[in-house]
């Protein structure tokens, strides 16, 4: 949920029904190069990639109407070249934003074939397909005639939304060539860019009446997806604010605390029958009067998440919360906020980004960072996430940790209430409080024909958040069949399961505080197999598949984890009667990376101990960090192929003499 659609209400303009582009825009009477029939160049390289991007223009005009409202209006201009049927699958169709009035954005489109054959393409004449992720605001079309080696190209002029805030992408899993973005905007709006992942846009005074905003891109590389990154965070983007109004002089606009303010006053004004209703919520939910402030503190959220529901676009009103029991990320943290300030419980309110798409950057004040919040109490030090049901106190959605946030104090001086904003980092949950522990034993039949697996997954934090809080709402038919396969993660094979339990599932359980654990018992077949007159021990199976990092492409991006994280598992085995285990220092390994040996910040160990038969292996992995240098990449990956290393490791039985 944004922040500014619910501060900007008095300011943005409303988006006309009908898409008339004003013939004073820069760009009013786009085209194409009408004698153009020959293809663009490529090189013999290029040829050869599924597609290529020939030309990639955008422009976005803040445009003053003619009923004195400021609009904004885009250009875009696409011309790609598909040189198989993989290029051809992703770029024949057209993706076109729906207009207010319902009606789909007016495009030109055409075809040049490699025989210099040209085909225009009318948005009467596309066929319009199924939207499998149900966007809401775009059609998407296909583009018939496409063949290998042809270009598509395509643009169109439209109104967007007004924002005094926005972004742009310019790079995915495609190069791209004459990338050109520009912003364009009367005299008396100054906006300002900042580039991430790429040169910075520079300003263009060869337009007069205007202020222009421009960068120019010879090429952009494509990006390939990578594991133990955030792909989309690292993308080529630009991010954009209106920063200084004429007639306002040199007081910058948008800024940090103007945010503070409108996330102060917009959190915690009420009105009497939301007042009213906080008094009602108080008293349904039973809060203590005094008691340890973190025991109040999870006492409302649990009452109030167990007993509201999420619902996006739901009224923010508490009095109207109250009585459809349905609230937006807004509306929860506007209840949140209330309750607690009633409770005279010192609550800052926290609103950031999700740094798997964009990383909050404090030095740059667009408030399209201010995407969620988050309520931090200075008290206990500790967070919690109002609209979020499956994290509960002191658990921050691993995308919004780990990076900075503008953190808002209420100010009280007499009968004056106000604010102050500052930008703070969010910490990210260490490792230890966000775990995936396993514990198994297992007992070999006397023939060594199967084995016997006791299994105990016992899981905290960020590991349980994915199953614990939503549990209640799987079938209990349905139940079963997904703890068997919690087992077959670890035996593939498993059968024959018995005595199958899960621990600490009821609603509204805090991972941080109870684990999720699971426990049964299977049999398996391949776990040991004959060979000859030894039997070979598939031990490092135990411990479930593993990530392989053994790319031989060189590393695009720096490490940045979804969360820090660790695994703690133990195996028991008896080794069979008349047999003796041949390699087991195989199963030794001590592989570290950062800070000190003696601290390090990623680290893969495992070790045995023998107790007559019984064999006792017991294995450590953490990532205590979330980022690391992709110039020492090859550290970090040693940790991680340890792990996939010790996936492999068979034990040989030999038969005594």
């Given amino acids: 949920m944004r922040l500014y659609p619910l501060l900007f209400a008095l300011l943005l303009s409303v988006v006309a029904s009908a898409q008339s582009i004003p013939t004073a825009l820069i760009h009013a009477g786009y085209n194409w190069d009408v004698k153009r029939t020959k293809r663009l160049p490529v090189t013999p390289a290029e040829a050869e990639l599924p597609a290529i991007v020939l030309k990639d223009f955008t422009s976005l005009e803040y445009f003053l109407g003619s009923d004195q409202n400021l609009h904004l209006y885009a250009t875009e201009h696409r011309i790609i070249r598909v040189n198989n049927s993989d290029g051809i699958e992703r770029y024949n169709k057209i993706v076109l934003p729906i207009l207010a009035n319902g009606q789909t954005v007016d495009v030109k489109a055409r075809t040049i074939s490699p025989r210099g054959e040209v085909r225009e393409v009318r948005t009467a004449d596309m066929k319009e397909l199924k939207d499998d992720n149900n966007q809401r605001g775009y059609r998407i079309f296909a583009v018939d005639g ?41 005299e008396t709006l100054t906006f300002e860019a900042k580039v991430y992942n790429g040169p910075p846009a520079v300003a263009d005074t060869t337009m007069p009446g205007k202020r222009v905003l421009r960068l120019s891109l010879k090429e952009v590389p494509a990006v390939r997806d990578e ?22 002089g040199q007081v910058r606009q948008f800024t940090w605390a103007d945010a503070s303010q409108n996330i102060y006053r917009n959190l915690t004004s009420l009105g009497k029958d939301e007042a009213k209703a906080v008094d009602k919520i108080i008293a349904d939910a039973k809060v203590p009067g005094s ?25 923010n009103d508490i009095a109207r919360i109250r009585a459809t029991r349905n609230a937006s990320e807004v509306g929860f943290t506007h209840l949140l906020t209330a309750l607690y300030r009633k409770l005279d419980i010192e609550t800052q309110m926290v609103m950031t980004s999700d740094r798997s798409e964009r990383k909050f950057d404090g030095s740059f004040d667009t408030w399209n960072f201010l995407d969620h919040y988050l309520l931090y109490f200075p008290a206990t030090q500790q967070y919690l996430a109002p609209g979020r049901p499956d994290c509960y106190y002191g658990l921050v959605p691993a995308d919004w940790a780990g990076q900075s946030g503008l953190y808002v ?85 498993a059968a024959n399961f018995k005595n199958l339990t899960v621990k600490n599932v009821e609603r509204g359980t805090n991972s941080l505080q109870k684990p999720f654990i699971v426990e049964g018992q299977c049999e398996s077949a391949a776990l040991l197999d004959k060979a000859g007159p030894r039997y070979l021990f598939k031990i490092g199976t135990l411990i479930g598949p593993q990530t392989e990092l053994y790319q031989k492409e060189e590393r ?97 039985l030999d038969k005594k003499s």
């Fill in 146 to 186: 496409v063949e290998n080696g042809s270009e598509v190209e395509y643009f169109y002029t439209r109104e967007r939304p007004m924002n005094h805030f926005g972004s742009e992408t310019f790079q995915n899993g495609t190069p791209s060539r004459d990338v050109i973005f520009e912003l364009i905007s009367p």
């Fill in 227 to 248: 594991a133990f990154t955030q792909v989309r965070a690292q993308l080529m983007r630009l991010e954009y604010k209106l920063a200084f109004i004429a007639n306002k």
């Fill in 291 to 315: 008691g340890p402030v973190a025991e109040r503190i999870a006492a409302v959220e649990r009452y109030v998440k167990l007993n509201y529901s999420l619902e996006d676009g739901a009224d």
């Fill in 409 to 493: 104090k209420p100010l009280k001086l007499g009968n004056i209430e106000s604010a102050m904003g500052t930008v703070k980092e969010i910490p990210a949950l260490p490792a230890d409080q966000s775990h995936q522990d396993l514990d198994v034993t297992v007992t070999f039949a006397p023939d060594l024909s199967k084995s016997t697996v006791a299994l105990r997954q016992t899981m905290t934090g960020y590991m349980a958040a994915v199953i614990q809080p939503f549990w209640t709402m799987i079938p209990e038919a349905k139940q079963k069949e997904v703890l068997q396969d919690m087992q077959k993660s670890i035996v593939p094979d």
């Fill in 556 to 652: 695009q991006f720096d490490v940045d984890n979804d969360s820090n994280h660790g695994y703690a598992r133990i195996i028991r085995f008896e080794v069979p009667a008349g047999y003796t285990v041949r390699n087991l220092k195989d199963l030794n390994f001590d592989v570290k990376a950062g800070s000190t040996a003696g601290k390090p910040l990623f680290d893969f160990h495992s070790s045995y101990v023998q107790q007559g038969q019984t064999i006792i292996v017991t294995i450590d992995e953490n990532y205590r960090q979330l980022t690391w240098s992709k110039a020492d990449f090859e550290a970090f990956r040693s940790v991680v192929n340890a792990s996939a290393n010790f996936n492999k490791v068979v034990l040989v």
